[in-house]
């Protein structure tokens, strides 16, 4: 089968490339930039040029395709240019349906986030949640108005799915999505010794392997129209660190770092990137919103898709593993 990615270079792209290639698929990859397409030089990989902002390159690129995996997605905590943000979340998303449609693609699977959602309060948060949700993030925003337009828009016989990954972790490249793998790494080598707060503040936490599942099953078994939390287990940043030492046999002293503290420096660094356009490690905004607990349910894609998650020390195990390598 012929296959069409966007964001194939990406963590979540080059693993599913890769997954999507074993299992005798074709893979049509969006390329910007040929020098990050040596990561998934793999055979019966067809690297296509074109633009999320160019609708003609994308149809260009998907004609022949039964399916298209739409992962790319600008994720960082700042831009110089605010519109980035909607321009390739928003409008690069639009861009892909439309070309999806024209070229009779059967089916797209988009690539949300959890964060959508909000954060939880007593109940675990699920994909009816979220209506009264201000997000903290002008990503989370461009997000949720993604998928406002995408549900509006006409798509005559081309199935659509959402899924919502959360917190992703596991073997892959050390980028921005891929923060908790680098968490890990630095854990491992004693360089990492700080709790957010009082470290009672929930995430959800899933592995990489877990995440390639959803998005396949989500091709195969998701109802168009719908959409699917793809996420893994409810964990304090206490209770995480402690698994994460248990694991690795070595419980490294933490610091509770205050959230006031956290914020002064973020601030500093906001000051400096706008200053001297370089990108900040994080921002005000996003320190906020680790600060709330973000626990949700995968329930639904348990129940229509069949999906299921690899508990959280054999996740951190593999990672540790592959990290040796790096």
Known sequence: ?????????????????KRLIEEGNTVHALIRNPEKSKKINFENVFFKDGNLLDTNSLYQGMKGCEEVYHLAAFARPWAKQQDTYYKINVQGTLNVLIAA??????????TSTAGVLGPSGKDLVTENSGSNNIPFTEYEKTKILMEEKVWQLPKK?????IVLPSRLYGPGELTV?????KLIKLYSKGLWRLIPGNGQSIGNYVFIDDVLDGLILAMKKGKSGERYIIGGQNLSYNEFFKT???VLGKNRFLIKIPLKIIMFISRIQLYLAELTGKPPVITP???????????????????????????LPEGINKTLEWLKDV
Do not use: C
Request: hydrophobic share 40%; proline share 1%; no cysteine.
């Open 244 to 246: 994460l030492g248990k």
């Open 177 to 181: 999505s891929n923060s908790v793998t």
């Open 1 to 17: 089968m012929k296959i069409y990615i966007t964001g194939a270079t990406g963590f979540i792209g080059s693993n599913l490339t």
């Open 101 to 110: 449609i024209k070229a009779d693609v059967r089916k797209v699977v988009i």
């Open 285 to 311: 905004v996003w320190v906020k919103k680790y600060y709330h607990s973000w626990a949700i349910s995968s329930n639904k894609a348990k129940n229509e898709l069949g999906y299921q998650i690899t508990p």
């Open 157 to 161: 016989q081309t199935q659509v799915v």
